[in-house]
């Protein structure tokens, strides 16, 4: 199936079913629910999936359970424990589907340090599957730069590529554990994350034409002449989000030297998902 296809169902998917609103702005929320407690649990989520050696990807769809469920009821999370009962439990949601690791919840149960039992998960899921009406593969933002690294030309070499894919993927991280992008649409994120980091690689490295290249794949692939306000806000948020997070020329010497060692099966491991980013997320991110 033509790659150009698949992002306009992928497209047609985020902007419905699968949209997330600013449920915070509601009010209908308790005080101690707020975007530093949302920010708090993803953190908490990378750790976890990075101690555990699973998919990084799935605490983006994770939190897309939250979000999603709390943009149609806000009921369903009352108190900063209930949230995290709904953390830990779209947490083994998403690991369940998209990750081949055989999970036990009791195991899971302990890294939440036994603040719930095993019915309490049970219920949460069996309370959220049904606000999802069973919609659980939300186009996440990474969803989308999979397919977008799939239209770089092949004349890029492998450690270029490798190179935005580490950077574009931490860029991404940081995206899903702030607050302020929850109404952005993750395939605007993808291509604005893929910009920025093109935009960090030397011109030695990656000659202009070819980023003009990137540039005018990526821009059609995501209609971005339909968004351009949009796509230009997004990468601008996310510029300074990155630049409060990470020295570009600490992150680049350290992607730089795996560029040069095996690089092929690198980019292979990171596809699924199980390789840490340059810098860790899980340690906080700045605002």
């Known amino acids: 199936?033509?790659?150009?296809?698949?992002?306009?169902?992928?497209?047609?998917?985020?902007?419905?079913?699968?949209?997330?609103?600013?449920y915070l702005a509601k009010k209908t929320l308790a005080d101690e629910i707020d975007e530093g407690w949302r920010q708090k649990m993803c953190e908490w989520m990378y750790g976890v999936v990075d101690h555990c050696n699973f998919r990084r990807d799935i605490v983006a769809v994770a939190?897309?359970?939250?979000?999603?469920?709390?943009?149609?009821?806000?009921?369903?999370?009352?108190?900063?424990?209930?949230?995290?009962?709904?953390?830990?439990?779209?947490?083994?949601?998403?690991?369940?589907?998209?990750?081949?690791?055989f999970v036990?919840?009791?195991?899971?149960?302990?890294?939440?340090?036994?603040?719930f039992k095993k019915n309490d998960v049970l219920e949460m899921e069996q309370r959220i599957l049904s606000k999802l009406n069973w919609r659980v593969h939300p186009p996440t933002s990474m969803c989308f730069f999979r397919?977008?690294?799939?239209?770089?030309?092949?004349?890029?070499?492998?450690?270029?590529?490798?190179?935005?894919?580490?950077?574009?993927?931490?860029?991404?991280?940081?995206?899903?554990?702030?607050?302020?992008f929850i109404e952005c649409p993750p395939s605007i994120i993808a291509s604005a994350a893929v910009f920025i980091a093109?935009?960090?690689?030397?011109?030695?490295s990656l000659p202009r034409w070819q980023r003009h290249q990137i540039n005018i794949r990526?821009?059609?692939?995501?209609?971005?002449?339909?968004?351009?306000?949009?796509?230009?806000?997004?990468i601008s948020k996310l510029r300074v989000s990155f630049d409060k997070n990470v020295d570009i020329k600490s992150l680049m010497s350290t992607i730089d030297p795996n560029c040069r060692v095996n690089c092929s099966v690198s980019m292979?491991?990171?596809?699924?998902?199980r390789d840490g980013s340059p810098k860790d997320v899980s340690q906080g991110i700045s605002l």
């Open 1 to 22: 199936e033509d790659v150009e296809q698949i992002l306009a169902v992928m497209r047609r998917n985020e902007s419905g079913c699968y949209r997330c609103q600013d």
């Open 63 to 101: 939190t897309a359970y939250i979000d999603m469920c709390l943009s149609i009821d806000s009921e369903i999370i009352h108190s900063r424990r209930s949230y995290q009962l709904a953390a830990l439990t779209t947490l083994y949601l998403s690991m369940k589907i998209y990750d081949t690791t």
């Open 104 to 115: 036990k919840l009791e195991g899971l149960l302990k890294l939440g340090r036994g603040l």
């Open 147 to 180: 397919h977008y690294v799939r239209l770089i030309p092949t004349t890029v070499s492998p450690s270029i590529i490798f190179m935005v894919t580490e950077v574009s993927r931490f860029i991404i991280e940081i995206s899903v554990c702030l607050y302020k």
């Open 198 to 204: 093109i935009d960090a690689i030397d011109e030695s």
């Open 218 to 234: 990526l821009e059609k692939a995501a209609e971005i002449s339909k968004r351009t306000n949009l796509y230009r806000q997004t």
């Open 268 to 273: 292979e491991r990171r596809s699924n998902g």
